[in-house]
């Protein structure tokens, strides 16, 4: 997922969501909620620490995503 949210583009909620949703296809999703948003935190901490400075449209879009209960509550839609 990480490759994915790096170096696909351009980025957007529907690329995130599709990132999701390959973890799922590939039965990587545990199906524990709380477990998968804390997943999603720990790679998109990944992904940010590893996103040039300049490219400061991936970051933002990515920073906007959300984490926590805000994440939690994407997740659930």
Do not use: C, H, Y
Not at 10 to 29: C, H, N
Not at 48 to 74: C, H, I, M, W, Y
């Amino acid at each position: 997922m990480e490759e994915f949210l790096l170096t696909r583009k351009p980025l957007s909620i529907v690329r995130i969501s599709t990132a999701l949703f390959v973890r799922v296809e590939q039965g990587e999703w545990t199906g524990v909620l709380e477990k998968e948003v804390e997943n999603f935190e720990n790679v998109l901490k990944r992904v940010l620490d590893q996103v040039p400075s300049e490219d400061v449209e991936r970051k933002k879009k990515l920073q906007n995503f959300g984490t926590g209960k805000k994440l939690a509550k994407r997740v659930r839609q």
